[in-house]
């Protein structure tokens, strides 16, 4: 299958995704998948025959996820969610209800997330609070609910979405640079601990991505895609589709031996000294 990376930037290439036999059947619970990089996991496995369970806050965007992939993919398996992944309790109802639906709880991708682009002089308490409960918390709380399960069964992946900002810092981004950074540190942690339980703990680390969130930032003027796109090498933004190719390697038996490891997809942004 061939993917077309849209909006005509200049050195975007069209790339051919990847084949996973081994994640049909398995069962998702994708958080954040009512929309962007979430969305395009979401489409990603259940393009494999995997069971999903979305979960997001956003109904709306959930409502259109489930619609689509029920659309594109005849038969898939889906269930939603609606539920904040700041509310523990919440959380594991959620994991529960997954249970509960599909019997097991494979595969975590933890994708729900916020940005926070303020200078730090102007960050407010909430807004740090807000950050940190959301970007990092949050993963803690769906990544210990499903490894109780994973821990039962003698197995299990958690693939959480970090950043770039989480391998490095900028200006005007503190709170989501900790938080992301975090999220990484906390990937290695649980690695280390959980991987004589079979469960594999990665983080996928991606660049300047063409989401809805990212457009509003660009819509807003917060941030600027075309200077973006100039000091990325490759002079794009990422696609999420590219970010969910990840997902899928991450998650299959062709990774059995990663863990503990944030991969980054940014187009060369990183290495160019950004």
């Not at 993917?3 to 051919?16: E, L, T």
């Not at 769906?142 to 979405?161: E, F, N, P, W, Y």
């Not at 062709?254 to 990183?270: N, P």
Request: charged share 20%; net charge neutral.
């Amino acid at each position: 299958m061939n993917v077309s990376i849209p909006n005509g930037y200049p050195n975007a290439q069209p790339f051919a995704t990847a084949t996973y036999p081994g994640l049909k059947d398995k069962v998702v619970l994708n958080t954040g998948a009512g929309s962007g990089i979430g969305r395009a996991m979401a489409h990603a496995f259940a393009r494999h025959g995997a069971k999903l369970m979305l979960l997001d806050i956003d109904a709306t965007g959930l409502e259109q996820t489930k619609t689509e992939l029920l659309a594109a993919y005849p038969g898939v398996d889906v269930d939603s969610v609606l539920a904040s992944i700041t509310d523990d309790v919440a959380v594991e109802n959620a994991c529960a209800d997954t249970e509960a639906r599909f019997g097991r709880i494979d595969i975590l991708l933890n994708n729900a997330g916020i940005s926070m682009n303020k200078p730090s002089l102007k960050l407010t308490p909430a807004d740090w609070r807000r950050t940190i409960d959301v970007d990092l918390s949050g993963v803690f709380y769906c990544s210990q609910a499903a490894a109780k399960r994973m821990d039962h069964q003698g197995s299990g992946v958690i693939l959480s979405t970090a950043s770039i900002w989480g391998l490095s810092t900028s200006a005007n981004r503190l709170a989501y640079c900790v938080a992301k950074a975090g999220v990484v540190s906390l990937t290695k942690c649980l690695a280390a601990e959980w991987a004589p339980k079979r469960i594999r703990a990665n983080a996928i680390c991606p660049g300047y991505t063409q989401t809805a969130l990212m457009e509003d930032l660009m819509r807003r003027q917060v941030i600027n895609g075309a200077e973006l796109c100039s000091k990325t090498p490759m002079n794009r933004l990422g696609q999420p589709e590219e970010m969910a190719e990840i997902a899928l390697y991450l998650a299959s038996d062709a990774a059995a031996f990663i863990t503990g490891h944030a991969m980054v997809a940014d187009g060369g942004w990183l290495a160019n000294g950004y």
